[in-house]
């Protein structure tokens, strides 16, 4: 099994592997590009994030600044929208559903490593992030690796959601708890 194999079935990986590193590389570049654009250029602006992202819906929008590892894991639904500063370390798969709203500086984070001093030198691992329907998350709200977010959701700001948060809830704190349930 490669290192980019690895990574995306949860396994220990390094991450500095020439293949990974090519491709961390090439998506920078295209996060760079993106960062440059006019925002009256939206059109230019959205061709680039399909050039990284493996799925997007027709409409919609992420506020400069935008920055993530490899895009290829990244696949977004309809009318998605994120504020500015929205970071998505996709060492593994992050997916969001439809009408999902981002506030600004906000990170959706797969990657994590080891408590092992020695191992954390070299490696590290991924866990997947699933994001359901009709979900809001407030400004500086961070997710963590292998989080799942139900559908009609709202994470309150500056929360930091380590463990799934299910359907029909309001959730916040650090670390972030359902507060109430939705209808």
Known sequence: MNEE???LSGELYNSSDKQLVEKLIKAKKLCNQYNQVYIEDIG????IIKQLFSKTGNEFMI???FYCDYGF???IGEKFYSNHNL???DANKVTFGN???IGPN???YTSGHPIDKELRKNKEFAKPITIGNDVWFGGNVCVMPGVTIGDNVVIGAGSVVTKDIP???VAVGNPCKVIRELS
């Not at 230019?44 to 061709?47: A, L, P, Q």
Request: overall charge negative.
């Open 5 to 7: 194999e690895k990574m």
């Open 44 to 47: 230019r602006g959205n061709e």
């Open 63 to 65: 506020m400069p600044n």
């Open 73 to 75: 894991n990244i696949e």
């Open 87 to 89: 970071v998505i370390l």
């Open 99 to 101: 009408n999902v709203y």
């Open 106 to 108: 906000c990170g959706f």
């Open 167 to 169: 359907s029909n809830a």
